[in-house]
T-cell receptor, first 113, second 114 residues
Framework: QKEVEQDPGPLSVPEGAIVSLNCTYSNSAFQYFMWYRQYSRKGPELLMYTYSSGNKEDGRFTAQVDKSSKYISLFIRDSQPSDSATYLCAMSSTQGGSEKLVFGKGTKLTVNP | NAGVMQNPRHLVRRRGQEARLRCSPMKGHSHVYWYRQLPEEGLKFMVYLQKENIIDESGMPKERFSAEFPKEGPSILRIQQVVRGDSAAYFC????????????FGNGTRLTVT
């Protein structure tokens, strides 16, 4: 079983739709959970950053972490064509002092005008 | 622009040549990470460095690859005797190094080996 699983999609939605992106993981030591957005030919851009379980909201974006189920989600409300990108989940533990992130493969999202 | 700076953006090398990729971290960041992204694959950790120290190189191939982050100047990822399988996007990230601090990425160097 891979440490982090993410459905690669692709996912295509109409403008204004609510988008739900998800990842599951197997390592119970993960404590820090992130969502990155990556446009074509660009580097990953940090969108959301959460510690442990719970919800975090930032504008149209909401991140949820359920550690008991080892499941994280990113919701995008009122999606826009500019949201079209690949979304990467990432997570880490602080064991050993190394902060290396483990990434999902990414979900490619297209928002159609 | 105070972001993570990587250069060159594109690098073409013939098999057997050396590739040098450079990374300057964000201002105030003293920790640097290198990741590799192959087509249709996720980002894979390679190495984690602080100034003059390699902290974790568990993701780096044992041969031909090396990394450094000198006291002065950018971090360098060096690939000797490149092979076609080294063709990938190489991303550098930096952080403050405080527990759980998020990583900020550069726009990568796309290496093509012909």
């Amino acid at each position: 079983q891979k440490e982090v699983e993410q459905d690669p999609g692709p996912l295509s939605v109409p403008e204004g739709a609510i988008v739900s992106l998800n990842c599951t993981y197997s390592n119970s030591a993960f404590q820090y959970f992130m969502w990155y957005r990556q446009y074509s030919r660009k580097g990953p851009e940090l969108l959301m950053y959460t510690y442990s379980s719970g919800n975090k909201e930032d504008g149209r974006f909401t991140a949820q972490v359920d550690k008991s189920s080892k499941y994280i989600s990113l919701f995008i409300r009122d999606s826009q064509p500019s949201d079209s990108a690949t979304y990467l989940c990432a997570m880490s533990s602080t064991q050993g002092g190394s902060e290396k992130l483990v990434f999902g493969k990414g979900t490619k999202l297209t928002v159609n005008p | 622009n105070a972001g993570v700076m990587q250069n060159p953006r594109h690098l073409v090398r013939r098999r057997g040549q050396e590739a040098r990729l450079r990374c300057s971290p964000m201002k105030g960041h003293s920790h640097v990470y290198w990741y590799r992204q192959l087509p249709e694959e996720g980002l894979k950790f390679m190495v984690y460095l602080q100034k003059e120290n390699i902290i974790d190189e568990s993701g780096m191939p044992k041969e031909r690859f090396s990394a450094e982050f000198p006291k002065e100047g950018p971090s360098i990822l060096r690939i000797q005797q490149v092979v076609r399988g080294d063709s990938a996007a190489y991303f550098c990230a930096s952080s403050t190094g405080q527990g759980g601090s998020p990583l900020h990425f550069g726009n990568g160097t796309r290496l093509t080996v012909t």
